[in-house]
């Protein structure tokens, strides 16, 4: 079992940044890949990115490549997600994941999800 807690959400002006983090208690941080998505409303969740269980290897979503860096702290059981030139678009509820899986060019949420943090880009 693992419990994950984000934080850093909040409201950001176009072309703002943000980070948010994700602490995660329970079983082993660094046996899990981690994973960051959100979901806008009205629309599916979608993925944003993904973190090895090294920290060595990270994945994008094409709408946030080269604006958002994902990182670990396997020392502190932390995921963050840094946030830069934020547009509107990027305006949704944001979900810590453990143990996503990896299906073709497709990312699929793991077991273990955390509340959310909401994002808010005004224009």
Same mark, same amino acid.
């Given at each position: 079992?693992?419990?994950? *807690? %984000? $934080?850093?959400?909040?409201? =950001?002006?176009?072309?703002? $940044?943000?980070?948010?983090?994700? *602490? +995660?208690?329970?079983?082993?941080? $660094?046996?899990?890949?981690?994973?960051?998505?959100?979901? &806008?409303?009205?629309?599916?969740? %979608?993925? *944003? +990115? &993904?973190?090895?269980?090294? !920290?060595?290897?990270?994945?994008? +979503?094409?709408?946030?490549?080269?604006?958002? @860096?994902?990182?670990?702290? #396997?020392?502190?059981?932390? =995921?963050?997600?840094?946030? #830069?030139?934020?547009?509107? %678009?990027?305006? &949704?509820?944001?979900?810590? #994941? +453990?143990?996503?899986?990896? =299906? !073709?060019?497709?990312?699929? !949420?793991?077991?273990?999800?955390?509340?959310?943090?909401? *994002? @808010?880009? $005004?224009?």
């Amino acid at each position: 079992q693992v419990q994950l *807690v %984000e $934080s850093g959400g909040g409201l =950001v002006q176009a072309g703002g $940044s943000l980070r948010l983090s994700c *602490v +995660a208690s329970g079983r082993a941080f $660094s046996s899990y890949v981690m994973a960051w998505f959100r979901q &806008a409303p009205g629309k599916e969740r %979608e993925f *944003v +990115a &993904a973190i090895s269980r090294s !920290g060595r290897t990270t994945w994008y +979503a094409d709408l946030v490549k080269g604006r958002f @860096t994902i990182s670990r702290d #396997n020392a502190k059981n932390t =995921v963050s997600l840094q946030m #830069n030139s934020l547009k509107p %678009e990027d305006t &949704a509820v944001y979900y810590c #994941n +453990a143990d996503p899986t990896h =299906v !073709g060019q497709d990312w699929l !949420g793991g077991r273990y999800w955390g509340q959310g943090t909401q *994002v @808010t880009v $005004s224009s």
